[in-house]
């Protein structure tokens, strides 16, 4: 690869997630030849795995770790499934450590039928419980609002204005946000939550894939950058003007792209990240 090539993705990352059908010894070994310049591991990756022994294997291939996908899923029905995922946040915290991975996205999680309010609660409780061990390791925890649609069950957090209220109300340097264009790109205070999330140094990550229109599955259908109607180069704008120089976090969950050859794939990740965000 040239020297171009490694510039021009340096500040590229995909979650495993993405190229869904490549373990993860794969996916570090085709991001590594492709000029990747970082990794997003999806904890089902390392199920079964020495994980330090990978995120060994992520530093030797010269690929930056940028988070552990995912914690969260805090609001529960009763006290024992809340305690269930306090003690789970834990051992992702314990994970990240391992892997050697400074961050942690959360998807906060909800339960459909309880009040979005409690739900919230739950979560804001949830994340002061387990923050001693994540100061502990030195573990970022990223609050990833999730679009409205998923209100019912997997996150009761929709907004960047709820997030930040969150990190408001914890008030600590570990705690920010993860701030995904699938789920925030229709928010008419976008560019304000935006500005506001930088000001107070607490935006932690940028997701980028595309909304397809029609849409044919909420969870899985999303769009590689271009293919959908998110103004994907604009939010990008408004997230460096913040100063923000992370990652730009390839994150889609497509049956339609997972049926495909990946290496096809990754290489339309790569001209759609060129020319699309
Ligand atoms: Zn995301």
Redesign the pocket.
């Known amino acids: 690869m040239s020297a171009s090539e490694l510039i021009d993705f340096s500040k590229l990352c995909i979650h495993t997630i993405t190229t869904k059908p490549w373990d993860v010894e794969t996916a570090i070994e085709k991001y590594a030849n492709a000029g990747i310049g970082g990794i997003t591991v999806w904890r089902q990756w390392l199920e079964g795995r020495d994980i330090e022994k990978i995120g060994n294997s992520i530093r030797e291939h010269n690929l930056s770790l940028v988070s552990l996908c995912r914690g969260g899923f805090f609001p529960a029905a009763d006290q024992q499934g809340v305690d269930a995922a306090i003690e789970d946040n834990r051992l992702a915290i314990r994970e990240a450590a391992a892997l050697g991975a400074p961050m942690i996205?959360l998807v906060c999680g909800a339960v459909p039928g309880q009040p979005l309010t409690k739900s919230r609660k739950q979560i804001t409780d949830g994340i002061a419980a387990v923050l001693p061990l994540a100061e502990e390791l030195g573990i970022k925890l990223a609050i990833?609002p999730l679009h409205p649609v998923y209100a019912d069950d997997r996150s009761a957090i929709n907004t960047m204005a709820q997030a930040n209220a969150v990190c408001d109300e914890l008030d600590h340097d570990l705690v920010g946000i993860?701030a995904?264009v699938?789920?925030i790109w229709w928010d008419p205070d976008l560019e304000e939550q935006i500005r506001i999330t930088g000001e107070k140094n607490r935006l932690f990550a940028f997701?980028i894939c595309d909304w397809m229109t029609p849409t044919s599955d909420l969870l899985n259908d999303r769009g590689l950058m271009g293919e959908g109607c998110i103004d994907i180069k604009g939010i990008r704008k408004m997230v460096e003007a913040t100063g923000f120089a992370g990652f730009n976090?390839v994150?889609v969950f497509s049956n339609r792209w997972w049926s495909q050859d990946q290496d096809e794939f990754l290489a339309a990740i790569k001209k759609a990240y060129l020319e699309n965000s």
């Open positions: 996205v990833e993860a995904d699938y789920h997701h976090e994150e």
